[in-house]
């Protein structure tokens, strides 16, 4: 079997969809959210670390790059994983309860949606938004601190919005963690697992984590 065929074997598809969800949550997620919670410092703080952030471009657009191909891979797989499975429900042999998925399982498709539509609309709001310069220890640079506070103070609909789609945020990850695992063999699913409550844990405190900031933005 080529390498073409075993990427697009079934295991092949479950391998791609696991390790481009991995690459986005520790290169990506992990450092989004640990920067993200500076903003609850204060402004000089978070401007200072969205100055050196800018100082690091050529770093940053690598990142981009390699995130635009993982959620590029993440869907396609996704999407044929999900045609895939409910090709085999239709087999008794393959059929899984209803009642042996967790809700968060059977959201994932859903989620996953929800959570590309935050990522454009995140975008929109603060990547590709024009933001106000200030002055930080005698430099000028961009003021993101307020872009943030522009964005959800007196606006609870805009908040409501981010901590809707922190939600999806939280059912997804708390699956697709212990899921991942599972897919490179690390991990069997079963009740009272320890793997399976860190994924829960890590999952909805990272979608909590992610959703104070819009909170804190908002009552500031």
Do not use: C
Not at 17 to 28: E, H, N, Q
Not at 66 to 87: E, G, K, P, T
Not at 163 to 179: E, K, R, T
């Amino acid at each position: 079997m080529g390498i073409k065929q075993s990427l697009l074997s079934s295991i092949g598809q479950k391998l791609l969809l696991a390790t481009s969800g991995l690459i986005m949550f520790l290169l990506f997620l992990i450092p989004h959210m640990g920067g993200n919670v500076l903003f609850l410092f204060g402004p000089d703080i978070f401007n200072s670390y969205a100055h050196h952030l800018h100082q690091l471009v050529p770093i940053v657009i690598g990142i981009e790059i390699l995130m635009l191909v993982s959620i590029s891979i993440h869907m396609i797989m996704a999407f044929r994983v999900v045609l895939a499975n409910r090709a085999a429900a239709d087999k008794r042999l393959t059929q899984k309860s209803s009642k042996e998925r967790s809700l968060a399982a059977k959201l994932m498709p859903i989620s996953g949606i929800m959570i590309f539509i935050f990522i454009v609309k995140h975008l929109l709001d603060f990547k590709f938004y024009e933001k106000a310069k200030t002055m930080l220890h005698g430099v000028e640079t961009y003021d993101v601190y307020a872009m943030v506070l522009g964005r959800f103070q007196d606006d609870p609909i805009h908040l409501l919005f981010y901590v809707g789609f922190m939600i999806a945020v939280g059912f997804h990850l708390s699956h697709a963690l212990q899921s991942s695992l599972q897919t490179y063999g690390l991990f069997v699913p079963r009740e009272g697992s320890r793997i399976k409550l860190a994924s829960v844990l890590v999952g909805w405190g990272m979608a909590a984590t992610f959703a104070v900031i819009p909170i804190a933005a908002f009552i500031k």
